[in-house]
């Protein structure tokens, strides 16, 4: 069983940053795909950002390209998102995601409790 804690989130004002923190559990994190997904108020969850379990070719979504950076130290079992030219269209709920595979190849899938991001115009 995997664990994720987030932390970092708040209330920034528009053009401001933040850097979101994921604290996973486990003995094999730097095995695990991590990502970051968010869900606005009345709005799907949707994926933000991702990094491979070698931490190499990173996934962005289109929205976020060139403001949001992931990035993993496995040393600390943490993943995080820097967030830097925050807009008010950024105010969600972001949730840390982790996907392990076992032996057989069998994928399971992990998610953190989400923490809360507001963007003031």
């Known amino acids: 069983q995997v664990q994720l804690v987030e932390s970092g989130g708040g209330l920034v004002q528009a053009g401001g940053s933040l850097r979101l923190s994921c604290a996973a559990s486990?003995?094999?994190?730097?095995?695990?795909?991590m990502a970051w997904y968010r869900q606005a108020p009345g709005k799907e969850r949707e994926s933000v950002a991702a990094?491979?379990?070698?931490?190499?070719?990173?996934y962005y979504a289109d929205s976020v390209k060139g403001r949001f950076t992931i990035s993993r130290d496995n040393a600390k079992n943490t993943v995080y998102l820097q967030m830097n030219s925050l807009k008010p269209d950024d105010t969600a709920i972001y949730y840390c995601?982790?996907?392990?595979?076992?032996?057989?190849?069998?994928?399971?899938?992990?998610w953190g409790q989400g923490t809360q991001v507001t963007v003031s115009s």
């Open positions: 995601y982790a996907e392990d595979k076992d032996v057989a190849g069998t994928s399971y899938a992990y």
């Open positions: 486990g003995r094999t994190f730097s095995s695990y795909h």
């Open positions: 990094i491979r379990r070698s931490g190499g070719s990173p």
